[in-house]
């Protein structure tokens, strides 16, 4: 099993919808960070969470919210989903400042 | 925030060539990360270093703190090493990493 899921994989949702893009790890790491992939652009920070008390806005955080339920779990939703957040989203983790580990991605449509 | 700029942008070489890839950035770091991202499109974290080299088999990634320039050198390079190599350092401002957009590389038999 990975060690940061990301579910699901593949959405297409149409604008004006609700939703909620999950990641789960279980490398007992603290740190964990959502981040959006475009292309021509390379990946840019959306929210990011030192614990589970602990919640930031990253460089694109517009449009976006983030819940981190437990140590492991940290959720991305979109709460009213548009086209320009068309992307690849990305979950990572890390302990402290050490080596980043990252889901597998979800690659989002919105139409 | 630290501006990362990778080059080339693409790059097609054949089999057993020596590849590098070259990484420079604004803003004095703590550590450099390098990613290789293949075409499903899972990231996978190469190296993290923060000073001199540090190799992995085939790879060896080197950095100069002093001149804010990190390279990426694959040798005897394998179709297989076909990625989007990403070079990424700590984000000013916010926590996170900033991410240089990438390398291209493929390798032809």
């Known amino acids: 099993d990975a060690d940061v899921t990301q579910t699901p994989r593949n959405r297409i949702t149409k604008t004006g919808k609700r939703i909620m893009l999950e990641c789960s790890q279980t490398?007992?790491?603290?740190?964990m960070y959502w981040y959006r992939q475009d292309p021509g652009l390379g990946l840019r920070l959306i929210y990011y969470s030192f614990d589970v008390k602990d919640i930031n806005k990253g460089e694109i955080s517009d449009g976006y919210s983030v819940s981190r339920q437990a140590q492991a779990k940290f959720s991305l939703s979109l709460e009213s989903a548009i086209p320009n957040q068309t992307a690849l989203y990305f979950c990572?983790?890390?302990?402290?400042?050490?080596?980043?580990?990252f889901g597998q991605g979800t690659r989002l449509t919105v139409v | 925030k630290n501006e990362v700029e990778q080059s080339p942008q693409n790059l097609t070489a054949q089999e057993g060539e020596f590849i590098t890839i070259n990484c420079s950035y604004s803003?004095?770091?703590?550590?450099l990360h390098w990613l290789q991202q293949h075409p499903g499109g899972g990231i996978v974290s190469l190296f993290m270093l923060s000073s001199g080299k540090k190799k992995h088999g085939r790879l060896i990634a080197t950095i100069n703190i002093q001149e804010k320039h990190s390279s990426l050198h694959i040798t005897a390079s394998h179709p297989r090493d076909s990625a989007v190599y990403i070079c990424a350092v700590p984000g000013g401002g916010a926590d996170g990493l900033t991410f240089g957009k990438g390398t291209h590389l493929i390798i032809q038999p």
């Open positions: 490398k007992g790491h603290d740190r």
């Open positions: 990572a983790t890390s302990l402290g400042r050490g080596e980043a580990f």
């Open positions: 803003v004095g770091i703590s550590a």
